[in-house]
């Protein structure tokens, strides 16, 4: 899969969990992609400040992403 096919596919898997987020008053944005395994992302609005954040990124974000795209390894919040 190359570089753009990979960023395409998790961009696919964030517009698919985005809804729930957004109906919670929080978003996601996709930061980078890092040697093709490690997806950085920034939550914001409410997502910043919610005590499950770190579950959502892992049981819903993560979980989503390696649906689209089996390589990633690991999905990270970068606070900016």
């Given at each position: 899969m190359?570089?753009?096919?990979l ?7 964030l517009n698919e969990?985005?809804?729930f ?7 996601i ?8 395994k490690?997806?950085?992302v920034?939550?914001v609005?409410?997502?910043?400040s919610?005590?499950?954040n770190q579950?959502?990124l892992?049981s ?11 390589q990633i ?8």
């Amino acid at each position: 899969m190359s570089a753009e096919e990979l960023k395409s596919n998790v961009e696919k898997a964030l517009n698919e969990i985005r809804p729930f987020l957004q109906s919670d008053g929080g978003d996601i944005n996709l930061l980078s992609i890092d040697d093709g395994k490690l997806v950085k992302v920034q939550l914001v609005g409410a997502c910043t400040s919610c005590s499950v954040n770190q579950m959502t990124l892992k049981s819903g974000v993560e979980m989503t992403i390696k649906k689209y795209a089996p390589q990633i390894e690991q999905v990270v919040n970068v606070e900016l």
